[in-house]
Antibody
């Protein structure tokens, strides 16, 4: 059974770079033609799609975040990562990772990790 | 900036039927937007219900169904149960990028 788990610092200072990793277990990140994505949810607000990476390495980003976002994959560790630069308090959110494609949708999801931007 | 709009809130009686819609600021929603629907309860991660307009996951209760309705994506809950009270989000595909809907709070009363 495929499982995803987010990890990374829970507190990041303003203007610094937020870095999160999603570890995939129960399957290989490079064995099938899936996308691996990041989604976030500010406290009390709705979901926001951040971006995705295809198993081959192609990336797709939310236009409103594109200048600050980098998503990468490390097949040797079966992980993919999110970097969000120049963060502000508005980037405080629960960050989720998920696998997706057109033929099976967005599943599974990680449990989510809260990242707070504060000095 | 593309906006995907959902009803802010809907109330339904137990055993009743309710339809949630998902509209795109770019025009009519078609199957090419690969609509997804998610359920989220407080403190929990979203749970996928529907993908590619009308396809259900193995865990999706039969009372949930997805469709296209009047130029929008739609999620219909038939025979609503108390445990269906939750926030529901749609997700649309825009040629490489995705946009979540604004969310609908469904209250079972």
């Amino acid at each position: 059974q495929l499982q995803l788990q987010e990890s990374g610092p829970g507190l990041v200072k303003p203007s610094e770079t937020l870095s999160l990793t999603c570890t995939v277990s129960g399957g290989s990140i490079s064995s099938s033609s899936y996308y691996w994505g990041w989604i976030r949810q500010p406290p009390g607000k709705g979901l926001e799609w951040i971006g995705s990476i295809y198993y081959s390495g192609s990336t797709y980003y939310n236009p409103s975040l594109k200048s600050r976002v980098t998503i990468s994959v490390d097949t040797s560790k079966n992980q993919f990562s999110l970097k969000l630069s120049s963060v502000t308090a508005a980037d405080t959110a629960v960050y989720y990772c998920a696998r997706h494609d057109f033929w099976s949708g967005y599943q599974p999801w990680g449990q989510g990790t809260l990242v707070t931007v504060s000095s | 900036q593309t906006v995907v709009t959902q009803e802010p809130s809907l109330t339904v009686s137990p055993g009743g039927t309710v339809t949630l819609t998902c509209a795109s600021s770019t025009g009519a929603v078609t199957s090419g937007y690969y609509p997804n629907w998610f359920q989220q309860k407080p403190g929990q991660a979203p749970r996928a219900l529907i993908y590619s307009t009308s396809n259900k996951h193995s865990w999706t209760p039969a009372r949930f169904s997805g469709s296209l309705l009047g130029g929008k994506a739609a999620l219909t809950l038939s025979g609503v149960q108390p445990e269906d009270e939750a926030e529901y989000y749609c997700l649309l595909y825009y040629g490489g990028a995705y946009v979540f809907g604004t969310g609908t709070k469904v209250t079972v009363l």
